[in-house]
């Protein structure tokens, strides 16, 4: 039995885990920024690098607290190595070198996509997986799509072109007047909406595996400017006649009809026998209802709502997998900001 404290610091939410085996979670704690960046719409990178130093020590405590236990049961610390901010990522690698240090325990750096991907590790049934798996990993930083042929074994099909599935989410729910993060707000919004209501454009980029969203981004505005060649759409809020149920129902059908149908082309082509999901995107029931509609009989599997945002206890278990294959870093690595996965 193998015990990981897993930290996780990339953006904007400070986590803490501890994971036994990469299957089972003793304690998960995530103290989100988020209700602090929404007052700018967006992440404040200098302001989420001195909440971190503020968060992390208290995380990790309550995360060892929860757990029942000390750090005289962990075995193994992993923590997220990029991509993020940079800024925000020393703290975590920081606490966890730290720590490594004090203790003499292995530290082990890992990628926060290769993390959203092992979310699906914390699942039931995981052990069950045969290889290949399509991963499609959406997120508010990356829309990224690979096939996973073995553990620890990816290869980048593709990928966006322009902004990332949440970003655009996080867009177009500023220009609708809704609050940051947009994503989820969207989505209760286009419950009451007609998805028909408006025909916004799919970019289907046929003949490759790759996405674009911002082409989607500007048919939201447009439609805007075309209601109220007045209004200022991002600025300010919607004039109140604006049918933003509707708006936001169309623009996310087609979001979710193109990642969806590019998904399950893309794991028939390569002999996928499941099609996995992470990242915070994909907590998106539409986007989760509409891949399983497209799949038919293939599998489509996603992480519970806590693990499909940002969490230490998916770099827990990517760490286990990464510390049964050998891997272990010095205590002088340092944070990788653009880190790609393959
Ligand atoms: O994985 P995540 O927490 O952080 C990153 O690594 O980026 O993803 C955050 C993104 C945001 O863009 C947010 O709007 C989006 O996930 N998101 C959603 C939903 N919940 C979160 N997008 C659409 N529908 C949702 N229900
Ligand atoms: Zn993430």
């Given at each position: 039995m193998t015990t990981l404290l897993g930290i996780e610091t990339s953006c904007d939410e400070t986590s803490a885990a501890v994971v036994q085996d990469?299957?089972?979670?003793?304690s998960l704690v995530i103290a989100s920024q988020a209700d602090f960046h929404a007052r700018y719409g967006g992440v404040f990178p200098e302001m989420a690098s001195r909440m971190h130093i503020e968060a992390i020590h208290p995380v990790i405590t309550q995360a060892l607290e929860q757990a029942h236990g000390?750090?005289?049961?962990?075995?193994v610390i992993a923590v997220t190595?990029?991509?993020?901010l940079a800024g925000s990522l020393v703290v975590g690698m920081n606490a966890a070198k730290g720590l490594a240090l004090g203790r003499g325990l292995p530290l082990i750096g890992v990628s926060h996509l290769e993390g959203h991907l092992y979310s699906?590790?914390?699942?039931?049934?995981?052990?069950?997986t045969q290889f290949p798996v399509m991963c499609l990993i959406v997120s508010g930083g990356h829309t990224e799509l690979v096939l996973?042929?073995?553990?620890l074994h990816y290869r980048r099909l593709g990928g966006t072109i322009d902004d990332a599935a949440g970003e655009a989410f996080d867009k177009v729910g500023r220009m609708l007047g809704l609050?940051?993060?947009?994503g989820p707000y969207i989505e209760k919004a286009a419950r009451e909406g007609?998805?028909?209501a408006f025909a916004f454009p799919r970019a289907?980029?046929?003949?490759?595996h790759d996405f674009s969203f911002s082409g989607l981004k500007t048919a939201v505005l447009r439609e805007l400017k075309r209601q109220a060649p007045d209004s200022h759409p991002g600025e300010a809020a919607p004039?109140?006649?604006?049918p933003i149920a509707d708006l936001a129902a169309s623009f996310q059908a087609a979001a979710v009809e193109v990642l969806a149908v590019k998904t399950v082309a893309a794991a028939r082509v390569h002999g996928a026998t499941a099609i996995f999901m992470a990242g915070g995107?994909?907590?998106?029931k539409a986007l989760r209802a509409e891949m399983e509609k497209r799949a038919g009989d293939l599998p489509v599997r996603f992480p519970p709502l806590i693990l499909?945002?940002?969490?230490a206890a998916m770099i827990a278990a990517a760490g286990h997998w990464r510390f049964l294959a050998g891997h272990r870093d010095s205590l002088a690595m340092d944070v990788k900001p653009n880190w790609k996965l393959t």
């Open positions: 990469g299957r089972t979670i003793l000390s750090l005289d049961e962990i075995d190595r990029g991509p993020g699906l590790w914390l699942v039931e049934g995981a052990e069950q996973m042929t073995d553990h609050p940051y993060p947009g007609n998805p028909a289907w980029l046929e003949g490759a004039p109140p006649n604006t995107v994909s907590a998106n499909c945002a940002d969490n």
